[in-house]
C-alpha cells in the first residue's frame, strides 16, 4: 500500500504454469509471481540439444531462446527509476546454499551484472549502494531471488541476515527498483488463484483466455463437504506452499493418508484447496533403455518491461516416475527442451505434400 514501482509494472517477471487434459484443453494450473524460477534449465536444456541434434534445428525453424538473458536485462534496465540513463542492475541471492543457486549465478554470468548478497549492499543517502573494491556505487534495479519476508529485517523478519536493513524505505523513495515488486507473491496462494477470472473479469471487463482448474475451497462450508467427501477422487493442496509438497493425490494416495488431510482440512479449512485429478498429457520419455509415457507440464516465462514478452519456448517438467502427476524438480521430476517453430517452418510442416 502506499507504493508505486516504476512505470507501474509489479509482475515484472511470471512463470505461469500450463497443463493439457485427456480432452485436449488447456488449463492454468498455478501462477508464479513471488520469484518464478526454471528458466536456466530451458536455456540449458537448449544448449545440450543444439550440440545432440543440429540439423533438426536447422530444418526445423525452431525458434531460439538463448537471447532471454539479453531480453531480461534490457526489461529490468527499462523500470529502473526515472532519470538513470545507464542504471545498475544487480541479481541478489540468498547465497550458495539456496537450491536455485546456479540459476542466480547464471542469469547474472550471462547478463553481465554483479551477483550480489544481502551483505554486498548498504543503505547510504537514501540510495542502495553495492561494496566494491573502489568504494561504494549505487545500484537501481534488484533482481531479487529472495522471498519479500527476508528483503528488510527492518520491516519484515528482523532476525534476517539475507536483507539489507532500511531496503523498503529506499524503495518507498522511488530510489531503487526491486524485480518482481514486493507483494506479488499474494498472487501464488492457491485461494486467490480460484478467483483469478473474477477479479480479471471485475478490474478489466474480459473473459479469461485460458482456463483455471476447477477448484473447491475448503474455507467454504458447502465445497469444503464436497471435498471431504470426495478426497479419494480429488488432488488436494496447501494454499501456499509451492516444490510440489504437502499434496495430496486422492487417486494414488491411502486411506490412512486421506483421513490425515480429513483432518488438516477441518483444523484449517483456508489453508487447503481441491480440484478434480486430471489426466495429465503425456509425452515419449527415455527411461534406461526404452521410451515410456511420462506426465508433463508447462512453465512459459513472460517479460513485463517498456512491452511484454512471452519466450517462444518454456520449461516443459516430467513426472518421471510411472503414473505421478507430480512434476517439480524437488519430488524427482526432469525437464525437457521446448520447442516453437517459426511461422514459415510450421506453414512448410503444414503444407500438402510436406513432412508431418
Known amino acids: 500500500m502506499g507504493l508505486d514501482p516504476p512505470g507501474g509494472v509489479w509482475c515484472h517477471i511470471t512463470g505461469t504454469d500450463l497443463v493439457r487434459d485427456a480432452d485436449g484443453q488447456f488449463y492454468v494450473l498455478e501462477d508464479n509471481l513471488r520469484v518464478p524460477s526454471g528458466v536456466s534449465y530451458v536455456l540449458q536444456n537448449r544448449a545440450v540439444l543444439k550440440q545432440t541434434l543440429p540439423e533438426v534445428f536447422e530444418g526445423l525453424g525452431v525458434r531460439r531462446v538463448n537471447d532471454y538473458p539479453g531480453r531480461l536485462l534490457a526489461m529490468l534496465e527499462a523500470v529502473a527509476p526515472a532519470g538513470r540513463e545507464k542504471p545498475k542492475v544487480v541479481v541478489m541471492t540468498p547465497g550458495v546454499y ?168 477441518k483444523a484449517d479449512p483456508r489453508n487447503y484447496i481441491a480440484q478434480p485429478t486430471l489426466s495429465l498429457s503425456r509425452v515419449p520419455t527415455l527411461i534406461d533403455d526404452n521410451f515410456e509415457g511420462r506426465h508433463v507440464d508447462l512453465r512459459p516465462f513472460i517479460l513485463y518491461g517498456s512491452e511484454i514478452y512471452v519466450l517462444p519456448g518454456g520449461l516443459t517438467r516430467v513426472a518421471l516416475k510411472r503414473g505421478s502427476l507430480v512434476v517439480n524438480s524437488s519430488q524427482g521430476g526432469e525437464g525437457k527442451d521446448t520447442w516453437v517453430l517459426s511461422s514459415a517452418a510450421a506453414g512448410k510442416q503444414n503444407a500438402p505434400g510436406g513432412e508431418s
Not at 476447477?214 to 470426495?230: A, F, G, I, S
Open 98 to 265: 539456496n537450491s536455485a543457486y546456479f540459476e542466480h549465478s547464471f542469469l547474472a554470468q550471462q547478463m553481465g551484472v554483479e551477483l550480489v548478497e544481502g551483505r554486498d549492499l548498504v543503505l547510504a543517502d537514501g540510495l542502495v549502494q553495492m561494496r566494491t573494491t573502489r568504494g561504494l556505487e549505487r545500484v537501481d534495479v534488484i533482481y531479487r531471488r529472495i522471498d519479500d519476508d527476508f528483503l528488510d529485517p527492518e520491516t519484515f523478519r528482523p532476525e534476517s541476515a539475507l536483507g539489507v536493513p532500511g531496503l523498503m524505505e529506499a524503495y518507498g523513495r522511488g530510489n531503487v527498483t526491486l524485480v518482481n515488486a514486493p507483494g506479488t507473491g499474494v498472487a501464488d496462494d492457491k485461494v486467490i488463484y480460484a478467483y483469478v477470472p473474477k477479479i480479471v473479469r471485475y478490474y478489466l471487463g474480459e473473459e479469461i483466455i485460458i482456463p483455471n482448474v476447477p477448484t473447491y475451497m475448503c474455507w467454504e462450508e458447502k465445497q469444503r463437504k464436497h471435498v471431504l467427501d470426495n478426497l479419494e477422487k480429488l488432488v488436494v493442496k496447501p494454499a501456499n506452499e509451492s516444490g510440489g509438497y504437502g499434496l495430496l493425490v486422492g487417486p494414488h494416495a491411502s486411506a490412512d493418508q486421506c483421513e490425515d488431510f480429513r483432518d488438516r482440512i
